[in-house]
């Protein structure tokens, strides 16, 4: 029997509520390989280190001095580098990109780097030039020196083709696993709704051009509905304070981070997907984001902004509504069409459950998985 290829995927993040990990590692297994993953938590409370025989996630803690931050980031990152032997690296965003490439070479070792986003020019960076152009030269000299560059979709894999000249691309969405409903939260219970309420429901980070503030402005007009956020992050104190501002704090409920296995029975008690990316960056303008398909496979309608690939993929396969954020901020009134059009949400809804037959990891993997493996 041939011996077991050894992949290592280093991410600054927790793999554990990463879907593109968790997949990406379970494919590889089923492929004959063995690997291990070092990711890194600084968000989730009362975290601590954890380990297991394939995968250490560090408890790290962010200061307002980051350099403690990525020092630390940096040398634990490279104790584990150093402690394993492996035929193929992945460096799952470009902070580890360079530890990863340097420690490649003492293994004749292939890199593969996962460019997730089009980390120059990230919304949160668009007023930040000087990070910004450190991304961009890391990334510049870095990028010419990997294997194999994976992107989340075809747009991606056209901009750094010519902004960096590359060629070597291999365009790998964010869908999820094929997966089905099994035990449907009931939101409604949870939060004392009304069974007549609309539940607008949000999944991802809670970062500034997600449409979150959006939808809370917009609330006041959309009646008999609530907002359900399903996530954490930075901007969430803000937009608690932005919904007693609007007078709907009553009506926006912030539920935190779900563990990556029951988030699909969440999505699903929606009755309508938030996926309204606004285009603040060439990053966002981008965007696919994994939520969208994950609100397919969960058989929840999109209300999604017309960005040119989250469109593409609500209008194939008639899984919602688009809006043009350019032209106009006030969603209330695609939202309210949708609600009140039962017989329309439930056409959305049979073609999420048909779209979900193709929009899956599975075969998302087995059209990449040759030349993925070819190392």
Known sequence: MSKKKQI??????????????????????????????????????????YRDESTVVYKLTKTKFSIFFYASFKLLLLKELFKTKADLYFAEEIYSLPFVKFRSYFDNAKVYY?????YAFLGGLRNRKFIQK???????????????????????SEFLHKFYGIKNTLVIRNIPKFTRVTDKVD??????????????????????????????SNLNNIPNSVLVLVGDGERKLKWQKYAEEMNVADRVFFLGTIPQEELINYTAAGDIGVCLIE???????????????????????????????????VEKYNVGKVVDLEVSQRIDSAINEMINDQEKLNVYKNNCSLAAQELNWDVEFSNVKDHLLNF
Not at 135 to 142: A, D, H, M, P, Q
Not at 191 to 200: A, D, F, G, Q
Not at 202 to 207: D, F, K, M, N, R
Not at 281 to 287: E, G, I, M, P, W
Request: net charge positive; glycine share 6%; charged share 20%.
């Open 114 to 118: 996962n460019s997730r986003e089009l």
């Open 279 to 313: 285009n603040i960056s060439v990053s966002y303008y981008h965007a696919l984001p994994n939520k969208l398909f994950e609100y397919i496979m969960a058989g929840l309608p999109v209300i999604s902004s017309a960005l040119p690939q989250m469109k593409n993929i």
């Open 134 to 156: 450190i991304f961009t030269t890391l990334e510049r000299i870095f990028i010419h020196k990997v294997d194999l560059v994976l992107i989340t979709g075809e747009m991606d």
């Open 187 to 216: 939101l409604r219970k949870k939060l004392s709704l009304p069974e007549n309420v609309k539940i607008l429901l949000y999944q991802g980070v809670l970062i500034d051009g997600r449409g979150i503030e959006l939808v809370i």
């Open 8 to 49: 290592f995927i280093a991410f600054l993040g927790n793999p554990f509520h990463d879907s593109r990990i968790t997949n990406l590692k379970k494919s590889l297994e089923d492929n004959f390989c063995d690997v291990k993953v070092i990711g890194f938590d600084w968000t989730t409370p009362k975290f601590k280190t």
